[in-house]
């Protein structure tokens, strides 16, 4: 697959505040890359530096094998970008505004408006192309917010929150139009929605107080969901290290003397064991319950290992 992006070695200082540190990862062609990290983790000054908003205070970007820094205007060329904000004019119609995205785009007359025709039926504008972008619902607009962003057929697709204030059923559609541009593209999809990673990406990286702290593909992750929680309750306190010393258990969690939560190995499940050690020590079972582990479970214990 053709490479699209090569991020290395990044840095972005504020004065004194490092606010992104040695951050590298690429993206091809085909592959759609969810970009998480909680609020300030550097995710958006990251995405900045890769859409020529910011220069890096260190290190290099290059899209489509064109240096960032050295050649800014063709590099960007490449890019199609929407903010979380889509950059709209309401006083536009939809035909209005592409054309006039169109023109700062470069494209030529002859090209412009089946550019126009093919970004409006990509993105499902066909049936609103006349009207007001002012009296669009939020989901149009967000549509058409992608739309500039695809029109000039760019190789990578930077989107910035692009379901937020979305109801389901827009949201749904905009997660497959992000399977779909993935498909001939390289996207990349900031998003702090756990689940639209796992719908509509194929990697997934996420970054923490400015560092990235996971790049792994979808599949990939399957090494991290190979764990699972016990919830366990006895009547009787039990003792934890026996329990602990069982084989496939990671570790144990009390919440009480008597309610704890036994950290596993899928691939070793020690519910029977667990059970036969409990019952033969006389503590009296009460509950044995799996806790299923979604991403968000793999977000939270990967951000809080990385706290000071």
Same mark, same amino acid.
């Given at each position: ?23 590298? /990862? ?8 969810? /970009?998480?990290?909680? *609020? ?7 995405? &900045? ?14 899209? *489509? ?20 904000? =889509? ?52 989901? /149009? ?11 000039? *057929? ?13 109801? =389901? ?53 399957? &090494? /991290? ?7 366990? @309750?006895?009547?009787? @306190? ?15 969690? @009390? ?14 499940? =020690? ?5 036969? @050690? ?29 706290? =000071?």
């Amino acid at each position: 697959m053709t490479l699209l992006i090569e991020a290395e070695h990044l840095y972005r200082y504020y004065g004194k505040q490092c606010a992104v540190k040695d951050v590298s /990862f690429t993206l091809k062609r085909g592959e759609v890359l969810g /970009f998480l990290g909680p *609020n300030g983790a550097g995710k958006t000054t990251t995405m &900045q530096m890769l859409c020529g908003l910011l220069t890096p205070s260190s290190g290099s970007i290059k899209i *489509n094998g064109v240096d960032l820094s050295a050649n800014a205007k063709t590099a960007k060329q490449s890019l199609g970008y929407l903010p979380d904000t =889509p950059p709209l004019y309401k006083d536009l119609t939809v035909q209005e505004y592409l054309h006039y995205c169109g023109q700062l785009h470069g494209l030529s007359k002859t090209a412009l408006l089946p550019a126009i025709s093919q970004a409006q039926e990509r993105c499902g504008l066909l049936e609103v192309k006349r009207r007001l972008i002012g009296q669009l619902s939020k989901g /149009f607009q967000q549509r058409l917010g992608i739309a500039q962003a695809i029109l000039h *057929n760019p190789d990578v697709i930077i989107l910035d929150e692009p379901t937020v204030g979305l109801d =389901p059923l827009q949201i749904r559609e905009i997660r497959a139009l992000i399977r779909e541009l993935g498909q001939s593209h390289g996207v990349i999809l900031s998003t702090h929605i756990l689940s639209e990673v796992q719908d509509s990406c194929t990697h997934v990286q996420i970054i923490h107080q400015g560092q990235l702290i996971l790049h792994e593909s979808i599949a990939g992750l399957a &090494q /991290f969901m190979d764990t699972g929680i016990l919830q366990v @309750a006895t009547r009787l @306190a039990p003792d934890t290290d026996s329990l602990a010393a069982i084989p496939g258990v990671l570790r144990i969690e @009390a919440l009480t003397a008597t309610h704890l939560h036994i950290h596993y190995r899928l691939s070793a499940n =020690p519910s029977q064991a667990l059970t036969a @050690a409990i019952i033969a020590a006389g503590w009296e079972l009460q509950e044995l319950t799996p806790l299923k582990k979604s991403m968000e479970d793999i977000f939270i214990s990967l951000t809080e290992d990385k706290r =000071p």
